[in-house]
């Protein structure tokens, strides 16, 4: 089959646009209306539990929406009348609720112990009397956190040092058995019954057989992503390799994904028909280590020509760029990184490090220091300040000094 060829900067600009860094930020602070669009769109964003800067899930909406309402994302997750709830899709995720349903394969498996962890597959075997008395004790008790369940043995190591009673939980969040009920301030997990938790018409809505799931699954990761490799697909909701590629193309058939050759690519793209081509983008933004655009790496050097490492489980003398590194995206190109740190008791986001890609240019500094003051007006913090570390460093420095430091917290007391 003739393929239709894209440049690679066509290639990126179609990504950006698909991930809404073509769309202007809103003028006003973000409603929950927006931010429910957003995440409709990415289609998943990971939960992960690092707060040196600031948990990552309320990151990709500040890439793309700007300084939003922090407590508008808790209660689009764990409200009462939430349109999210949280399962294992990319890794630890909020989705839309439309994708319960779609995700019932993997919790059949997960039961049968497929497709998770092998601590989690030898639990549930091992300890499925157990696993049945957490669950009843929570029927009869209501949304519980691990903590409050005082039954089993406590953490001895494994699986982080968990206690039986959290692994059983975990395992029937796995199966679908428990979800999120909420979380706490400490960002502890609520574990309910779906049927307590979940709205009756996603409680009620039919179980699509395995092969249409995961077809609807691979469409809407090849919308949130524009044009994809079939790795790119397959990772974005982690399919599992079998029947991967015959549900690929059943869609090509479909004519839902489009074939096309990307110059510079090695394997052949996907395109979303729908997807849109802009000329120019025109963004500035900092991103999450665990955004969309950037979590698969492969991708990432790909499409940006930047090799991006999470380094946090590196040893310091070890890193290159440093601990919490976020890139940052500049029109279609990523030209810089920062090791950032929100300190909250002197009220200062700390960029440790600061580092620029070969391509960038004398107004890197300028517009990174902008976003920068953004985010820490978002973090509710005073201040920023630059260390020396990094080839950016003195730019940087130079850059964010003519702020006026004070007027940073404008957008929180508005």
């Known amino acids: 089959m003739a393929k239709d060829t894209l440049t690679a900067g066509e290639a990126r600009r179609i990504a950006l646009a698909a991930q809404g860094f073509s769309l202007a930020r809103p003028e006003r602070a973000a409603g929950r209306r927006e931010l429910t669009k957003l995440i409709e769109r990415l289609g998943v964003v990971q939960i992960d539990s690092v707060n040196v800067v600031s948990r990552t899930h309320y990151l990709p909406a ?11 994302l808790e209660e689009i997750a764990w409200g009462k009348k939430r ?63 691990a903590s409050e369940l005082e ?17 059983a939980v975990e395992c029937l969040f796995w199966t679908g058995e428990l979800t999120t009920a909420t979380r706490r301030g400490t960002f502890e997990r609520v574990y309910g ?68 050759q990307v110059k510079g690519w090695r394997e052949t793209a996907y395109l979303d028909p729908t997807a849109r081509r802009p000329r120019r983008v025109a963004t500035q933004a900092l991103l999450s280590p665990f955004d969309n655009l950037i979590w698969f790496r492969e991708r990432t050097e790909r499409m ?9 489980y590196t040893p310091a003398e070890k890193r290159t760029h440093g601990y919490y590194v976020l890139p940052f995206l500049e029109g279609d190109a990523l030209t810089a990184r920062v090791d950032l740190k929100a300190d909250r008791k002197a009220s200062v986001l700390l960029v440790q490090a600061s580092h620029a890609e070969p ?20 973090l509710g913090l005073d201040r920023v300040r630059v260390e020396r570390r990094g080839d950016l460093a003195a730019a940087l420095e130079d850059a964010v000094a003519p702020y006026d430091q004070p007027s940073v917290t404008a957008w929180r007391r508005a």
């Open 62 to 72: 500040f890439s793309r929406l700007g300084a939003y309402p922090r407590e508008l």
């Open 359 to 378: 391509w960038a240019s004398e107004a890197t500094a300028p517009r990174l220091a902008q976003e920068l003051q953004l985010m820490a007006g978002w």
């Open 304 to 312: 940006f020509g930047v090799r991006v490492r999470l380094e946090i």
């Open 151 to 167: 039954m089993g043995h406590k953490g001895e190591g494994g699986w982080w040092g968990w206690s039986e009673a959290k692994r």
């Open 83 to 145: 349109p999210l709830f949280e399962y294992w899709a990319h890794e630890a995720s909020l989705l839309p609720l439309s994708a319960q349903p779609l995700l019932r394969w993997r919790m059949e498996d997960a039961h049968d112990g497929r497709g998770v962890w092998k601590g989690v597959a030898r639990f549930l075997r091992e300890r499925r009397d157990f696993v049945d008395t957490v669950l009843g004790e929570i029927e009869a008790r209501g949304p519980l956190a």
């Open 193 to 260: 019954l779906p049927e307590k938790v979940l709205p009756k018409a996603v409680r009620d809505a039919p179980t699509p057989p395995r092969e249409e799931a995961q077809r609807d699954l691979i469409r809407i990761a090849g919308r949130a992503m524009g044009v994809a490799t079939a790795k790119d697909l397959r990772d974005y909701f982690r399919m599992p390799v079998e029947g991967f590629r015959a549900r690929l193309d059943e869609l090509v058939d479909a004519g839902d994904l489009v074939p096309v």
